[in-house]
């Protein structure tokens, strides 16, 4: 008869201990970068800011399409982060950022962004349905 060995457990992922102030030292960083590129920063966040405006006003009287294009939204927003990730990256080069970079970020994780957009088209449809039946209950 064949007998099965038992499998190795998996190594378990190295996990590195962090100074309690070393999150305050990653804001004061973002927060120079954010001095230092303050209209691309102000710029790229009133971009996203619209686009949460835009989900506000399209499900202004939609309950299932406002639930589920917030939920989406949370999806995709971090992947819009992408852009201020790219800002910083430029500033630590030493060059200027654009919103060419920005854009180019965009693009690069643009896989991520249909990913996530493929999501929020899913969260909006399951808050939909969920709405579809507590009203015909």
């Given amino acids: 008869p064949m007998t ?10 190295v996990v590195r201990a962090l100074a309690p102030m ?8 973002g927060h120079e970068d954010l001095t230092r590129a303050l209209g691309l920063s102000l710029a790229h966040g009133l971009v996203v800011m619209l ?10 009287r939609h309950f299932g399409v406002l639930a589920g294009g917030y939920t989406g939204f949370l999806l995709v927003a971090p992947l819009l982060a992408t852009g201020l990730y790219q800002i910083s990256r ?4 030493g060059a ?10 965009w693009r690069l994780s643009g896989a ?22 507590v009203l015909a209950m």
């Fill in 4 to 13: 099965l060995l038992p499998e190795a457990p998996a190594a378990l992922p």
């Fill in 112 to 133: 991520l962004v249909r990913f996530a957009a493929l999501l929020a088209l899913i969260g909006t449809l399951w808050v939909g349905f969920s709405a579809v039946v």
């Fill in 96 to 105: 200027v950022p654009t919103w060419a970079d920005v854009r180019q970020a």
């Fill in 22 to 29: 070393r999150p305050l030292r990653w804001l004061a960083a």
């Fill in 51 to 60: 686009g949460a405006l835009a989900i506000a006003l399209l499900g202004w």
């Fill in 90 to 93: 430029r500033l630590a080069q």
